[in-house]
């Protein structure tokens, strides 16, 4: 254990993250564990790791007794006198032992303890840099596509993150090298398992790529109610402005559609309704079954109504396969009974 040792561990920390006070804890114990497979596991150890003075101590520890009934943590008085005169019963007598005395089994037990740590370390660092980025939009390189499984292994910039097949768009393909935005829904605290879970299918993206294209968002004047979707066919968002002089519809879709072109480009092609709030349950039906014409809702209880719509706009208030109005349903958290006048 010399300066390199210190070294190593200041690179670690500097390149790998991985605190320089868990390092020390690891290799304490792994050095612990080293000895004790010389000495036997009854044996009384500490170890002294001085990243200041770039020093490594490890001692045994015995304690002074009137008679030895086990050496490996026992010593008699008289040794113990031999030692220091200081030394009275019941007092622990410590000697130095030197770790390259250590026969190479163990020190490769130490080793294999050392490695395991440094992975350890190494996940807990990325968990922590994921975990900042909880319910946040991070932008990844496509680094190899499994054509077995169709999961997409990501270059995150700090590690590498697998996109599973079904928290990707239904139908959208992707070529190595390709800048992708990816949600993360969850980091796996385990020591087990898949470190993040990543996602383009999950409603969140949406939400947040609105928060990050929109300025009215940003500064709080758009405020986002809601959001329902259905990944690579259609998405509806509810809306509401905070300052009767700004259109929070017209704020997201922009001028000529700038703003929400942006969003429908990385969400490849996918329709986006976007549809007035209100704190009225019946208008807020009303908007959320966009772009159907409503003629009236009526509210059949507190958490359902009835609509009823012209002729020729049924089949568009109802949607393919159901779509549309099953969106409203649950944009709106009410079950929409829709009929023809």
């Given at each position: 254990m010399n300066k390199e040792f210190f070294v190593a561990l200041d690179l670690l920390e500097k390149e790998k993250r991985?605190?320089?006070?868990?390092?020390?804890?690891k290799i304490e114990l792994a050095l612990l564990a080293a000895i004790k497979k010389e000495y036997g596991s009854s044996a009384l150890m500490r170890v002294v790791i001085d990243p200041v003075?770039?020093?490594?101590?490890?001692?045994?520890?015995?304690?002074?007794?009137?008679?030895?009934?086990?050496?490996?943590?026992q010593i008699s008085l008289e040794e113990?006198?031999?030692?220091?005169?200081r030394n009275t019963i019941g007092k622990m007598v410590e000697t130095e032992v030197k770790t390259k005395n250590l026969r190479?089994?163990?020190?490769?037990?130490?080793?294999?303890?050392i490695i395991q740590a440094i992975r350890e370390g190494e996940r807990k660092a990325m968990q922590d840099e994921y975990e900042s980025k909880r319910e946040e939009i991070i932008t990844a390189t496509v680094s190899r596509v499994d054509s077995t499984?169709?999961?997409?292994?990501?270059?995150?910039?700090?590690?590498h993150a697998v996109l599973l097949k079904g928290e990707q768009i239904p139908g959208e393909t992707f070529v190595p090298g390709q800048k992708i935005k990816v949600f993360v829904i969850e980091v796996n605290k385990e020591s087990r398992g898949p470190l993040v879970t990543l996602s383009r299918s999950h409603q969140g993206l949406v939400r947040r790529m609105f928060e990050l294209e929109i300025?009215?968002?940003?500064?709080?004047?758009?405020?986002?109610?809601?959001?329902?979707?259905?990944a690579g066919s259609r998405t509806k968002i509810s809306v509401m402005s905070r300052d009767a002089d700004v259109d929070a519809v017209g704020a997201c879709i922009g001028n000529g559609g700038m703003r929400i072109s942006t969003i429908v480009n990385e969400l490849r092609g996918e329709k986006i309704d976007i549809v007035n709030y209100s704190e009225d349950p019946e208008e807020y039906v009303a908007a959320a079954l966009s772009p159907a014409e409503v003629i009236s809702v009526e509210m059949t209880g507190e958490r359902s109504c009835k609509v009823i719509v012209d002729e020729d706009q049924l089949s568009l208030a109802i949607g393919k396969e159901g779509q549309n109005a099953r969106l409203a349903a649950r944009l709106t958290g009410m079950k929409i009974d829709i009929k023809s006048e």
């Open positions: 991985i605190p320089k006070e868990y390092m020390i804890e003075k770039e020093d490594v101590k490890v001692y045994t520890q015995r304690e002074v007794v009137e008679e030895v009934t086990n050496p490996q943590c113990a006198k031999a030692i220091s005169k190479r089994l163990s020190a490769g037990a130490a080793k294999s303890v499984t169709g999961n997409v292994v990501l270059e995150t910039g700090t590690s300025p009215e968002i940003q500064d709080g004047t758009v405020l986002i109610k809601g959001v329902a979707r259905e």
